[in-house]
């Protein structure tokens, strides 16, 4: 699916119950948690990423993995890096690297909320 990067931010934020709208400075912001680590992340509400965040691929592109919404989730940099430095380089039928994959996507659907237009 080939979507500009604003879209699948805000694709994401509204799947993901985490994520709340608030007034910040007079502005309105999407207001929700990294899926590792559960630091606060801000987003614009036409889906510009603020401060240090970035799109996460559950499964890793390389492994298979699509930017289907349910693959896709929000992320500190640095908790995104790591988990790529430390795992997405594995094989994909690597034990450490599975269990992570699993337990991240686990954690996505857990948070998992169906978008306002149903689709």
């Known amino acids: 699916m080939n979507r500009s990067r604003r879209q699948l931010v805000l694709g994401i934020v509204?799947?993901?119950?985490?994520?709340?709208?608030?007034q910040l400075d007079g502005r309105t912001l999407w207001q929700g948690k990294c899926l590792h680590c559960n630091s606060p992340m801000l987003t614009t509400t036409d889906g510009e990423l603020l401060g240090h965040a970035s799109i996460e691929h559950v499964l890793p592109r390389h492994h298979g993995g699509g930017d289907d919404l349910e693959n896709l989730a929000?992320?500190?940099?640095?908790?995104?890096?790591?988990?790529?430095?430390?795992?997405?380089?594995?094989?994909?039928?690597?034990?450490?690297?599975?269990?992570?994959?699993?337990?991240?996507?686990?954690?996505?659907?857990?948070?998992?909320?169906?978008?306002?237009?149903?689709?």
């Open 14 to 22: 509204v799947t993901d119950s985490t994520f709340k709208q608030v």
């Open 74 to 119: 929000l992320a500190c940099d640095s908790c995104n890096q790591q988990k790529g430095s430390r795992h997405d380089h594995r094989r994909p039928d690597d034990p450490r690297a599975r269990e992570v994959i699993e337990k991240l996507a686990a954690k996505r659907m857990k948070r998992w909320r169906e978008p306002p237009d149903g689709s």
